[in-house]
């Protein structure tokens, strides 16, 4: 907690009258502290909570001391002091932020003591929030690159510019040979703001950072049980008696959620962590196990196999809840023999032994995983192995079980759920005409309008991934799946450096004919495209665009946590500079593309800085209408509101409102979990609660329960995907397995009837997720128990994916030819997401690639900096904490190559020998054995050096980061997960050498 000086003893102040909202926010926490020393509790003993006294002397929201450098009133009166309530923009734990504003600047800013979420703490990042409302550093103006370098230009003629050059490629080349990549740092409104843009401009080329994160998740996650998230969340971490965090470095990528794990080991719960590196969050763990890059799916497997052997499965649970677990069984049993599984991934048996019985004895136990399963070219099928074994366990659908998956960004979470992914259509309605149709009626506009801003054959086609758009620009035209190679790209709050294979990005910027960037910082792509490059690769009619966006911190709307929970983000402070908000600019554009007006036509529209832009609250209701299949309906912005105001009256372990009644609008909270996390179903006056922890089968579908989704058909092969007999969600009036909810079997329950009027009219034809009266889910869960997406069986084997039962493959580029012999990767795909994509011809070419780089080079986060950095490494206060670009590296793997600590040294990888002046990455030497003698580690948050060169000189003047470093992903290889295209970034080879100059 920030405490500032003691003001004089001799309190006159006129304006005090009592205890500020924060001190009364900090007594309501006091009284509400959960039994094990949290925060609150500390506050308590501390003796801060006692009284009223604090509020005069000690706190800055209740008394300021007066500098000479402080904001002052125009007028000269008293200073206007507001408190606006707002969420944190790095991870996605969903820290809420009380930002003190005065005279229209923020001064200051604390932990909101009430946040059943965060409980009153921050992380290093989270604590220097403040400095997104100065931003020395920020893109200030419009700026276009001219002779190499950036100049100021207007607004004006950057949109007419911008515009102008769109319109031409679209003619020559069509709509598709656009690329729009999208943000996870847009709030929900804005992220399904720009996929109906790119629907109106008429191409799904449009993506995300979920791809390159979390897209294996929500793919194998999915397709597992039916919903493609957390099913439980942070707080129910409290609530497990072991907890395995496999892929996931949690301490220092997600800092605040080990709040809720350290309260869980408090009272008992069994902490392991399985990770190629002993990670800070390792050090917290009561087990360590190291396995080898990319075989999670071996030790998983060998989880499995003991569980087997000695019973310790759920039979009851996989009879009733399951499918296909027998073909697991055997594949466990018989393939995943201990020896293959050390043989495989370097664990013995003793060890997977330990683990298997302490998840086993120590039920409900969760499983934890972030990028280090899901970014691998088999990443779906790790991600599914994790599925199987909470599965096997029984740990699916009960409080503390479920896979808690962490998300990276403050809204990848709502950005994928609702936001521009180039397969589907918000809410994953897919891209079927079915889908194109339900939203024409949502967004008021014509089907056959939108039909027709689309090149013909290409509306129901999914787009290319942001993974491959520079495959996209330099591949063979003749062999992608669409007219046109890509030529235009914007990156609208996407970091480049995130994203493998660097030496080829910079070619493929050089090769296009309209690169624009909209970021509150330039990003690494403002210097790269201004770096020279071959002279043969640079198109001389290219042209590059800066666009000043605002932050999160300069408008409003509603974010998503990694549990599913939307909280409304009140603004701040008006943008700062010449910076707009995304959605302002959004609506910009499309008025000089022609269909400004459809856009925004349902909306009310706000005046910002003079200038006219869709209210958030309007958009967030129109998504309110549309967003069926995931219950993004029943978060109307009023719930949201009230939810941010009244937080301390949310349980810190169950979410859940114990009374309650917001002051502002009379609104009853009682019963709602905190965020309303989706699915929230039905209309707003449902009143429909969230799910905190999904497929709850012991709580009512109105109380926040439910079972696994029937997304799959109701059999396979004659065998029944429904769940079994007397297996439902508490209360329901069907107490079997059965179907989806439409019109058709609503008629055959004899349901129909229930409907009002108007919804039976809304109704007809329909199903649950194209209903737009919400009547069909009303009668369905309100008056019957019953879950509108059906009630069915998990499966086990998910028949659609390349490896049905997850298997284990190499890397494309392994150092063990033994294994790549035993588990080759898959065959070569012809057209898949519109590119060919190499898999076995790239691992036979670079079969022996480990005598030259024997090393496995890994990445990951660190507590300083988030995502590509550029906007944590302008942050001065961030940025003096980690100043350098480094590697882990073993001491036995040092001394074999002469390094010590400290040591410069060049990191070389295999793309690198198509670029023979491109030296390789210069970093420096962190000697330790944090990693083994095979591994090494370096972070993925920096850039601004390129091959041991200062890229300084490319940014524009003013709008650089303080540290820069060499970007890992630089040095990245070629690879691609087999159902989603997620890159492979954790098993790239490399050599390291030490510097000599």
């Known amino acids: 907690m920030l405490l500032t000086r003691r003001a004089p003893s001799n309190d006159a102040s006129p304006h005090h009258t009592g205890p500020s909202s924060l001190v009364a926010s900090l007594q309501r926490g006091v009284a509400r502290a959960i039994p094990t020393m949290d925060r609150r509790a500390f506050l308590r003993r501390s003796g801060l909570g006692v009284g009223a006294g ?59 003591f009430d946040s059943p979420i965060n409980l009153g703490a921050h992380c290093a990042k989270g604590a220097a929030l403040r400095e997104h409302g100065h931003g020395e550093y920020r893109l200030k103006y419009p700026m276009k690159l001219v002779d190499g370098k950036y100049q100021k230009i207007s607004w004006d003629q950057a949109l007419d510019e911008i515009s102008k050059k769109m319109l031409e490629l679209r003619a020559a080349s069509g709509p598709d040979s656009i690329f729009i990549v999208g943000s996870s740092k847009h709030n929900n409104e804005q992220s399904y703001l720009l996929r109906k843009w790119v629907s109106f401009w008429g191409s799904n080329n449009c993506d995300h950072q979920a791809r390159i994160c979390h897209s294996t998740t929500v793919a194998g996650v999915a397709n597992t049980w039916g919903y493609g998230a957390m099913t439980n969340s942070y707080n129910d971490m409290q609530n497990s008696k072991a907890a395995l965090y496999i892929g996931s470095n949690a301490a220092e990528a997600h800092p605040v959620s080990m709040l809720h794990m350290l309260h869980a080991k408090e009272t008992g719960c069994k902490m392991i962590v399985v990770d190629p590196r002993f990670t800070r969050t390792a050090a917290k763990a009561d087990e360590y196990v190291r396995i080898r890059s990319g075989s999670d799916i071996p030790f998983l497997f060998g989880l499995m196999h003991h569980i087997f052997k000695n019973g310790w499965e759920d039979k009851r649970y996989i009879d009733d809840r399951v ?44 499983i934890v995983w972030c990028m280090g399963q899901t970014q691998h070219t088999i990443g779906n099928a790790i991600v599914r192995a994790s599925c199987l074994l909470q599965l096997t366990l029984g740990n ?19 950005a994928t759920d609702v936001g521009p992914n180039p397969d589907s259509l ?35 086609k999914s787009g290319m991934t942001v993974s491959r758009w520079v495959d996209g620009v330099l ?42 960037v909209i970021d509150p910082f330039p990003s690494a792509t403002a210097a790269m495209a201004a770096m020279p490059g071959k002279a043969e690769d640079l198109n001389p009619k290219r042209a590059v665009y800066l666009l000043p966006a605002a932050t999160q911190f300069e408008t409003s709307g509603s974010c998503t946590a990694s549990n599913r929970s939307l909280q409304w983000r009140e603004k701040v402070i008006e943008p700062l500079w010449e910076s707009r908000s995304d959605h302002m600019i959004m609506y910009q554009l499309a008025d000089k593309l022609g269909f400004g007006k459809e856009l ?36 109307s912005p009023e719930r949201l509101k009230a939810h941010m105001r009244n937080m301390n009256v949310f349980d810190v372990k169950t979410l859940r409102a114990r009374g309650g009644i917001d002051k502002a609008t009379g609104y009853s909270l009682d019963g709602d979990y905190f965020g309303l996390p989706w699915p929230c179903y039905g209309t707003p006056e449902l009143k429909h609660p969230g799910s905190a922890n999904l497929y709850d089968t012991s709580r009512h579908v109105m109380d926040g329960g439910g079972n ?72 369905a869960m309100k ?54 994509t190499l898999y076995k011809t790239v691992q036979d070419k670079n079969a022996d690639i480990g005598k030259t780089f024997p090393l496995i080079m890994t990445s990951g986060r660190l507590v300083e900096y988030e995502g590509g950095g550029e906007e944590t490494r302008s942050n001065p206060w961030l940025a003096e904490l980690q100043q350098d670009m480094f590697i882990e590296i073993n001491p036995k793997a040092a001394n074999d190559r002469g390094i010590r600590h400290g040591d410069w040294v060049w990191v070389k990888t295999p793309p690198m020998a198509a670029v023979p002046e491109f030296k390789g990455l210069k970093v420096k030497a962190l000697v330790t054995e944090r990693v083994d003698a095979e591994t090494v580690f370096l972070p993925f948050h920096f850039s601004g050096r390129w091959g041991g060169m200062d890229m300084l000189p490319y940014y524009p003047e003013g709008a650089h980061p303080v540290v820069r470093g060499e970007a890992i992903n630089t040095a990245t290889t070629y690879g691609y997960d087999s159902v989603t295209m997620m890159q492979e970034t954790k098993t790239t080879v490399c050599q390291v050498e030490r510097a000599t100059a």
């Open 475 to 516: 591949e063979k035209n003749e062999l992608i799946d669409q007219d046109s190679n890509l030529r235009g790209l914007f990156f609208w709050g996407h970091a480049p450096n995130s994203q493998t294979r660097g030496l080829e990005m910079k070619k493929a910027m050089d090769k296009l004919d309209l690169l624009v």
């Open 600 to 635: 925004v036509k349902n909306y009310k529209m706000q005046k910002v800085k003079g200038m006219d832009e869709p209210e958030p609250e309007s958009i967030l209701r129109e998504i309110n209408k549309c967003v069926w299949t995931i219950g993004y309906t029943g978060q």
């Open 783 to 836: 008056n019957h128990g019953c879950h509108p997406f059906g009630n069915a069986k998990a499966r086990a084997i998910v028949w659609n994916f390349p490896d049905p039962i997850p298997k284990h493959r190499e890397p494309l580029y392994s150092t063990r030819p033994d294994l790549v012999a035993k588990y080759p990767t898959h065959d070569d795909k012809k057209a898949f997401w519109r590119l060919p």
């Open 323 to 366: 499918y296909g677990m027998d073909k697991v069984r055997e594949e466990a049993l018989k393939v995943w023999t201990p020896d293959k599984v050390q043989e495989a991934c370097g664990v013995d048996e003793a060890t997977c032994y330990k683990i298997a019985k302490i998840m086993a004895d120590n039920r409900p136990s969760t």
């Open 396 to 414: 699916v659908g009960v409080s503390g079980g479920g896979t808690n998956i962490f998300r990276g960004h403050d809204n990848v979470q709502g």
């Open 708 to 779: 696994f989704r029937a997304n799959f058909g109701v059999e396979r092969d004659g065998v029944s995907l429904l769940a079994g007999d007397g297996s439902h969600s508490k209360g329901a009036d069907l107490t079997m397995g059965y179907p989806e909810f439409d019109h058709l079997l609503l008629k055959k329950l004899g349901w129909w009837g229930e409907l009002t009027e108007a919804e039976a009219k809304a109704a007809e034809g329909k199903n649950w997720k194209t209903d737009p009266s919400g009547g069909i889910i009303r009668v």
């Open 54 to 112: 604090i509020a005069a002397g000690e706190l800055m929201l209740v008394r300021k001391a007066r500098a000479a450098d402080e904001p002052k009133p125009a007028d000269g009166g008293a200073p206007k002091v507001e408190v606006k309530r707002t969420v944190c923009g790095h991870c996605s734990v969903g820290c809420a932020v009380d930002a003190v504003v005065e005279n229209g600047v923020w001064v200051r800013q604390e932990p909101v």
């Open 426 to 460: 918000p809410g994953y309605y897919g891209l079927a005409e079915g889908a194109f149709k339900h939203f024409a009626k949502a967004w008021d506009v014509d089907f056959e309008w939108i039909k027709k801003q689309y090149a013909p054959g290409m509306m129901t």
